[in-house]
Nanobody, 124 residues
């Protein structure tokens, strides 16, 4: 069973950048397909990005393509989300998630393990 802890969130001005990290423990990190989601109050948790076990494949939501990048370092048991050109509408709690296997990386139900989230607030 894997535990996930996100970090790196904060308050940033529009146009700025942040790098979110998600550190995993308690499992073999390279065995997990990883995803990032985000959620605002009163709304569903939305898919942002996903990365395959070795990091050879990545997927991004259309709303963040060209601005966000997902990567992972299996030696450090960490997955990253580099977020750039931030917009106020990117304000949300960002969650990382893990699963051993999925055929639908964009669904929250595809993931078995979740972190507690990190808040990203973008001011205009």
């Amino acid at each position: 069973q894997v535990q996930l802890v996100e970090s790196g969130g904060g308050l940033v001005q529009a146009g700025g950048s942040l790098r979110l990290s998600c550190a995993a423990s308690g499992g073999t990190f390279s065995s997990y397909f990883m995803g990032w989601f985000r959620q605002t109050p009163g709304k569903e948790r939305d898919f942002v990005a996903a990365i395959t076990w070795s990091g050879g494949g990545t997927h991004l939501a259309d709303s963040v393509k060209g601005r966000f990048t997902i990567s992972r370092d299996n030696a450090k048991n960490t997955v990253y989300l580099q977020i750039s050109s931030l917009k106020p509408e990117d304000t949300a709690v960002y969650y990382c998630a893990a699963t051993l296997w999925t055929s639908d990386y964009g669904r929250t139900s595809s993931y078995d393990y979740w972190g507690q989230g990190t808040q990203v607030t973008v001011s205009s």
